[in-house]
């Protein structure tokens, strides 16, 4: 398990996939670099993986420094 620092508070897979969703995910994939900037602070970004239900896949990118957040379905 990887953890990392956002925001100040070390996160694991699934509770980034939380900061993202708003609820936490049913399974969550490791973290890892996303290849991209924050649009709003120039932070790290990273990524992670997860089902919010049985049949739904998401890509969730966050922003280590600030509130930042994205998602793709
Ligand atoms: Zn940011």
Redesign the pocket.
């Known amino acids: 398990m990887t953890n990392r620092v956002v925001e100040g508070r070390m996160v694991t897979s699934e509770t980034l996939a939380e900061l993202i969703e708003g609820e936490r995910p049913m399974e969550a994939t490791e973290i890892e670099d996303a290849d991209r900037e924050?649009p709003?602070?120039?932070?790290n970004v990273i990524s992670v993986g997860y089902m919010p239900s049985v049949t739904a896949f998401v890509t969730g990118y966050k922003?280590q420094?600030?509130e930042?957040s994205d998602k793709q379905e």
């Open positions: 924050c709003e602070c120039d932070g922003c420094d600030c930042w």
